[in-house]
């Protein structure tokens, strides 16, 4: 650690935290706790602020996928195997994807929807609900496959706007609760009108699995970009991001100025765990002090802060301009309130 620069690096960071504390910084037990208080504190700066945070801003797009028809099916009263005829589900469409996936459902003529389990082959689809009829559905009928959900980036931790996962089509974000009451059986195909996020199953890895789910389901391929904050709030030296410190040479995805926020927090939780409430409290106040001016840089963009939109619906349906009865004079969420051309 250099002793005329800011803390730059992890290494810098515990090291500027075991002198502060008086601790001897060559006994790995003692290291280790010091790199623990130093991530405890880099999440806690991060949770709730992140929007204020712009350097934590990504953006990326998904291709949403239209529904698929090709061919025709049978399935058997109670199974779960659905057999294809000429239907290609294992064939990649234009969009480098195969035409049926497990993240799609199924509807076979009826209002029931079919979860997807596997795709066994070009004719072969494995539901994870047994088909309910009153008979078998003979050779040659029809079907529709579609995608309502679609998996976010893979260091997605949640959306810089709360009220809308995009602008580009006005698509906006509701609950998940909110969104099951309303929208229980996705089976009407056309432009979105609303989404919600969900946390899915895990897969072979600890990362969460999020996605967006749409209604209508999209009855197109649709190119849409949302903007999200990272949950990778560390960097290493070789620019690999992750989700926290570990190597000494690991940085913190922090501003340079910003970085001895970090050693202040953990000083007041190393003082709080040794019962020194004064010296806790000193430090805290340094710390908040720090956080304070993080959120007031205006250098960084200016602050989002929380809205409360009241119901104006009615309000806006009768609306008029004095001179022009057919003319409306006030409206929200529109090109105006987002200044955009």
Same mark, same amino acid.
């Given at each position: 650690?250099?002793?005329?620069?800011?803390?730059?690096?992890?290494?810098?960071?515990?090291?500027?935290?075991?002198?502060?504390?008086?601790?001897?910084?060559?006994?790995?037990?003692?290291?280790?706790?010091?790199?623990?208080?130093?991530?405890?504190?880099?999440?806690?700066?991060?949770?709730?602020?992140?929007?204020?945070?712009?350097?934590?801003?990504?953006?990326?797009?998904?291709?949403?996928?239209?529904?698929?028809?090709?061919?025709?099916?049978?399935?058997?009263?109670?199974?779960?195997?659905?057999?294809?005829?000429?239907?290609?589900?294992?064939?990649?469409?234009?969009?480098?994807?195969?035409?049926?996936?497990?993240?799609?459902?199924?509807?076979?003529?009826?209002?029931?929807?079919?979860?997807?389990?596997?795709?066994?082959?070009?004719?072969?689809?494995?539901?994870?609900?047994?088909?309910?009829? /009153? *008979?078998?559905?003979? !050779?040659?009928? &029809?079907?529709?496959?579609?995608? =309502? %959900?679609?998996? +976010?980036?893979?260091?997605?931790?949640?959306?810089?706007?709360?009220?809308?996962?995009?602008?580009?089509?006005?698509?906006?974000?509701?609950?998940?609760?909110?969104?099951?009451?309303?929208?229980?059986?996705?089976?009407?195909?056309?432009?979105?009108?609303?989404?919600?996020?969900?946390?899915?199953?895990?897969?072979?890895?600890?990362?969460?699995?999020?996605?967006?789910?749409?209604?209508?389901?999209?009855?197109?391929?649709?190119?849409?970009?949302?903007?999200?904050?990272?949950?990778?709030?560390?960097? /290493? *030296?070789?620019?690999? !991001?992750?989700? &926290?410190?570990?190597?000494?040479? =690991? %940085?913190?995805? +922090?501003?340079?100025?910003?970085?001895?926020?970090?050693?202040?927090?953990?000083?007041?939780?190393?003082?709080?765990?040794?019962?020194?409430?004064?010296?806790?409290?000193?430090?805290?106040?340094?710390?908040?002090?720090?956080?304070?001016?993080?959120?007031?840089?205006?250098?960084?963009?200016?602050?989002?802060?929380?809205?409360?939109?009241?119901?104006?619906?009615?309000?806006?349906?009768?609306?008029?301009?004095?001179?022009?009865?057919?003319?409306?004079?006030?409206?929200?969420?529109?090109?105006?309130?987002?200044?955009?051309?």
């Amino acid at each position: 650690m250099s002793a005329t620069t800011q803390v730059i690096d992890f290494s810098d960071i515990y090291t500027e935290i075991l002198n502060k504390m008086r601790q001897p910084t060559n006994i790995t037990a003692i290291q280790n706790q010091a790199k623990r208080y130093a991530n405890t504190a880099l999440h806690h700066m991060v949770l709730g602020f992140e929007y204020k945070m712009p350097w934590l801003e990504r953006s990326a797009t998904l291709i949403t996928m239209g529904p698929y028809t090709t061919g025709t099916v049978a399935v058997t009263r109670g199974s779960t195997t659905v057999t294809g005829t000429s239907t290609l589900w294992t064939t990649a469409n234009s969009y480098g994807v195969n035409n049926a996936r497990t993240t799609g459902k199924l509807s076979l003529g009826d209002n029931n929807i079919y979860t997807i389990s596997a795709v066994g082959d070009a004719g072969s689809i494995t539901t994870n609900e047994r088909y309910v009829a /009153s *008979a078998d559905l003979a !050779a040659g009928a &029809s079907y529709t496959y579609f995608e =309502d %959900e679609y998996a +976010l980036a893979s260091d997605f931790l949640k959306m810089i706007d709360t009220h809308r996962f995009t602008a580009a089509y006005e698509i906006p974000l509701i609950g998940r609760n909110e969104f099951r009451l309303k929208y229980t059986r996705p089976n009407v195909g056309g432009l979105p009108k609303v989404a919600t996020i969900l946390d899915k199953g895990f897969g072979a890895t600890t990362t969460p699995v999020i996605y967006v789910q749409f209604y209508p389901y999209p009855g197109a391929n649709y190119l849409i970009p949302y903007s999200y904050i990272t949950n990778n709030i560390a960097i /290493s *030296a070789a620019g690999v !991001a992750a989700t &926290s410190m570990s190597a000494d040479t =690991d %940085e913190p995805n +922090l501003p340079l100025r910003y970085r001895n926020a970090i050693v202040m927090y953990a000083i007041s939780q190393w003082y709080i765990d040794k019962k020194y409430d004064a010296r806790a409290q000193a430090a805290q106040s340094d710390y908040e002090a720090d956080v304070t001016r993080i959120v007031s840089d205006q250098n960084i963009g200016a602050a989002t802060n929380a809205k409360i939109q009241p119901a104006v619906s009615s309000y806006t349906g009768y609306a008029r301009t004095p001179y022009r009865s057919s003319a409306r004079r006030f409206s929200t969420n529109n090109s105006f309130d987002d200044f955009r051309s």
